[in-house]
T-cell receptor
Framework: AQSVTQLGSHVSVSEGALVLLRCNYS??????LFWYVQYPNQGLQLLLK??????LVKGINGFEAEFKKSETSFHLTKPSAHMSDAAEYFC????????????FGGGTRLMVKP | GAGVSQSPSNKVTEKGKDVELRCDPI?????LYWYRQSLGQGLEFLIY????????KSGLPSDRFSAERTGGSVSTLTIQRTQQEDSAVYLC????????????FGPGTRLTVL
């Protein structure tokens, strides 16, 4: 069984400050890891994903995440927050098998202060 | 091109009634997924289709829930004898094939059971 833990259901940063959203996972097989963003009343949009290869993954809107196997982590970062980054962020894991169904963390709501 | 669409966007029903939720995947996507997003349970996998078959129904919470997909395209999620705990946002996603391909999400159907 797989699971995802996102530390901090709410994170608040000032505009221009570093964004760090934490994600830890458990998986019995090499995981595939994802970050999705959800804006109010919208579906989920993929920010980035890790499947194989380079452990530092760059995504859209200036976000990146690093897969650290030894720490079972996949934290999401952005050097400088914008007001438009305010949204809910979900980390997810799959085992990449035939179905590839996603197991999600509880989500982190990011607030950006002017 | 068009994304994943879902209808209705909102559905209010009375306890005990049946409801049908519809998902139109991205054209050409063979894999289709249903997830549920609720306050108490977060984002949960319900079922996925590869073509018209559903290899994994393990996430369906009870036998009141069923889903079908016809013509390898549109899918319908049916909830019979709705209960208040069924109130949630039901999200549909599609991908080119099942596996590590990116899942693209629709805007969801918000179901409220009174």
């Amino acid at each position: 069984a797989q699971s995802v833990t996102q530390l901090g259901s709410h994170v608040s940063v000032s505009e221009g400050a570093l964004v760090l959203l934490r994600c830890n996972y458990s998986s019995s097989v090499p995981p595939y890891l994802f970050w999705y963003v959800q804006y109010p009343n919208q579906g989920l949009q993929l920010l980035l994903k890790y499947t194989t290869g380079a452990t530092l993954v760059k995504g859209i809107n200036g976000f990146e995440a690093e897969f650290k196997k030894s720490e079972t982590s996949f934290h999401l970062t952005k050097p400088s927050a914008h007001m438009s980054d305010a949204a809910e962020y979900f980390c997810a894991v799959s085992d990449g098998n035939a179905g590839n169904m996603l197991t999600f963390g509880g989500g982190t709501r990011l607030m950006v202060k002017p | 091109g068009a994304g994943v669409s879902q209808s209705p966007s909102n559905k209010v029903t009375e306890k005990g009634k049946d409801v049908e939720l519809r998902c139109d995947p991205i054209s050409g996507h063979t894999a289709l997924y249903w997830y549920r997003q609720s306050l108490g349970q977060g984002l949960e996998f319900l079922i996925y289709f590869q073509g018209n078959s559903a290899p994994d129904k393990s996430g369906l919470p009870s036998d009141r829930f069923s889903a079908e997909r016809t013509g390898g395209s549109v899918s319908t999620l049916t909830i019979q004898r709705t209960q208040q705990e069924d109130s949630a946002v039901y999200l549909c996603a599609s991908s080119r094939v099942a596996g590590t391909d990116t899942q693209y999400f629709g805007p969801g159907t918000r179901l409220t059971v009174l």
